[in-house]
């Protein structure tokens, strides 16, 4: 061992886990999933409803108010203006598109499978 008493190590061992706890997000209470469900709802509506890019393969998740939009689209415009349609729900605070992949003529990143 090290010039550190096992008690020590243990101290320190503690210690490390509960700070590592204390770094991440507290549980969502059942009102605040609630919400973030229902902001998910009004997202897909609003994508669903533009008369120009088709995004029935995106999927919706809200956390807290940021939005992370996933499946695929067909161009990258189509991310661009997911981006701004979800910007445009209220209660929206943030929109991740990096789990959006482009999907050309059947084929993911132009791979045929």
Known sequence: MSGLS?????????????????????ARTAPERAADLALANQVYLALNDDPVYFYRHVDVAVDRGVA???????TPEAIYHARQIAHG?????????????????????????
């Open 6 to 26: 096992r008690e020590a190590l243990v101290t320190v061992a503690v210690a490390a886990l509960l700070a590592g706890g204390c770094a991440s997000a507290p």
């Open 68 to 74: 992370t939009l996933s499946g695929y689209v067909w």
């Open 89 to 113: 729900v209220p209660g929206i605070t943030s929109v991740v598109t990096n789990q959006l992949e482009l999907e050309r003529e059947g084929r993911s990143n132009g791979v045929t499978r």
